[in-house]
């Protein structure tokens, strides 16, 4: 039986946050495309694009000896055709959460981040108000 483009792309969220809480910096590597442009912004960083600047900045948080132990929670997969898909999820990093987003592409077959985008949460809304959302 053939996984669900949701399915496939939690899987590809998993490795991530795997690749990301074990501090390996070849499996970051081989999960980020290569075949288009990518981004990434860290929280508090200035936005990192092309592969060049994203692996640097991994670099720099995975071998810098403080990799942060990272939980992610409350995945959910928004799919972009066949090819392409969001997951958004709240990220638990050194006490705190945030709110992250990452892109997946297709490439060769396989998903690959083309951006991650995490930021903190300040205000938690248990019912969306009414008025916010106009």
């Not at 892109?103 to 998903?111: I, S």
Request: glycine share 10%; hydrophobic share 45%.
């Amino acid at each position: 039986m053939a996984a669900t483009l949701e399915s496939q792309l939690l899987r590809a969220n998993a490795a991530f946050y795997e690749a990301f809480s074990n501090g390996d910096i070849e499996a970051m590597d081989e999960l980020w495309a290569s075949g288009i442009e990518v981004a990434c912004i860290h929280p508090g960083w200035q936005a990192l694009r092309g592969r060049d600047e994203v692996m640097a900045g991994w670099r720099a948080i995975l071998l810098g000896g403080n990799a942060p132990k990272i939980e992610c929670t409350d995945a959910l997969t928004i799919p972009l055709g066949d090819s392409s898909g969001l997951v958004i999820c709240t990220e638990w990093i050194d006490g705190a959460d945030l709110a992250a987003t990452n892109a997946f592409v297709r490439e060769n077959g396989l998903w690959h981040l083309a951006h991650h985008h995490a930021g903190p949460v300040t205000r938690v809304l248990e019912t969306p108000d009414p008025g916010l959302l106009n």
